[in-house]
C-alpha cells in the first residue's frame, strides 16, 4: 500500500513481530525473513528514524528494552494499559543499576509491585527502593510543570501515561497541543542528560489521535504491545 511505503523513512516489520528500520530503498538488516509495511492499525506511531517494533510481550525472560536504554534517546512504549505491569518491571530492574527518576501522569506507579519485584532479586531492597524518586502529576498543567522542573541527570527517566491527562477533554485541544509541545521540548532536554522511557495509552476520543502522533514522532524507537488475538474455542458438550 502505497499510503505505508511512500514515506522517506517507513518501517517494516517481520512475521515474528520484530521490525527493522530504514528507508524505503535503503533497508539495513541482518534478518532474512521477509519485510512488510506497518500494519495499517498503527500508520500514526512512526518514530522519526522509522525504528518501530511491534512485540506479543515487552517483557518475557530479559529486559529486551535495556540494551536499547542509552542517554540520548526516547522510548516510547504504546499498550492499552500505558504498560502498567511491564513499567514496574523495569523500574525494579533499574532500580537495581542506579538513581531512576518516575513522573506518573495517570496514577500508574505502583511502589508496592516495584519492592515485590525487587524482593525477588536482591535482599537489601531499602538501597534499590531509594534509588526511585516519584512524582505524580494530576492534569496537564500539572505534567508541564513537572517536567519544567526536573533537574537534567545523568540517570533514566520514566515518564508513566504521559498523555492521560491531555486527553481530558475539559482540556480545549489548542491548549493540550501547546502544553504537550512544551512537555516534549523538557523531554528532550532530559535525553541529553539521561534516556528517558515514556509509556502510551490510545486516546479515548479519535480527535486527540495526533497527540499520540507527536510523542511517536520525537521518539528514536516506539515498542508497541499488541493485544492477544481471542481464538474461538469449542464449548464442552458435557
Known sequence: NSKYTSATTCAFYYPTGILASGNASNRHTTHTQPLY???PSHPHLIPRWGLLFIVG??????????PVLKTGKLIAIYTSDA?????????????????VTIMDGGNRY???????????KTVDISTAANRLFSRRAFT??????L??????????????????TFYDDHVPTYEAYRLLKSCLSQIQRLVLSGPVVVTLAPPLAEERD????QVCRQADEVMIQEAPACQPTQPSLF
Open 37 to 39: 509495511p506497518v500494519p
Open 57 to 66: 510481550y515487552l517483557y518475557s525472560h530479559r529486559m529486551d528494552i535495556l
Open 83 to 99: 504498560a502498567r505491569t511491564e513499567s514496574m518491571v523495569l523500574i525494579a530492574e533499574l532500580g537495581l543499576r542506579g538513581a
Open 110 to 120: 505502583r511502589p508496592y509491585q516495584v519492592a515485590k519485584l525487587l524482593r525477588t
Open 140 to 145: 496537564c498543567y500539572e505534567m508541564n510543570t
Open 147 to 164: 517536567l519544567s522542573s526536573t533537574p537534567s541527570l545523568n540517570q533514566p527517566y520514566l515518564i508513566l501515561d504521559l498523555l492521560n
Open 210 to 213: 495526533f497527540l499520540l502522533e
